[in-house]
Nanobody, 120 residues
């Protein structure tokens, strides 16, 4: 059974930091591209950060560049999102995603989300 379980969300003041974790099971984690998405109330889900299967390349949304860092530990089947200098506009539900394309097949898994609220 495939599972992605996010943790680490919560309430933080502007300028603070949080570290999100996403623990995976039920599939070969090291073969998948891992991403973090977020969805704020009334807005569409947006891509925040992506890391390749080997962890050798990352990409970030312009809105989080220089503040967020995505990383992964393939030995622990876990992906992380370190979030620094948080702003109120970072408030959203954050989702972990695992994706793999194999020829014509797509494997696309999602976690249940974790709430991040940035407020004073």
């Amino acid at each position: 059974q495939v599972q992605l379980v996010e943790s680490g969300g919560g309430l933080v003041q502007p300028g603070g930091s949080l570290r999100l974790s996403c623990a995976a099971s039920g599939f070969t984690f090291s073969l998948y591209v891992l991403s973090w998405y977020r969805q704020a109330p009334g807005k569409e889900r947006e891509l925040v950060a992506t890391i390749t299967s080997a962890g050798d390349s990352t990409n970030y949304a312009d809105s989080v560049k220089g503040r967020f860092t995505i990383s992964r530990d393939n030995a622990k089947n876990t992906v992380y999102l370190q979030m620094n200098s948080l702003k109120p506009e970072d408030t959203a539900v954050y989702y972990c995603n695992a994706f793999r394309r194999l020829y014509y097949l797509k494997y696309d898994y999602w976690g249940q989300g974790t709430q991040v609220t940035v407020s004073s």
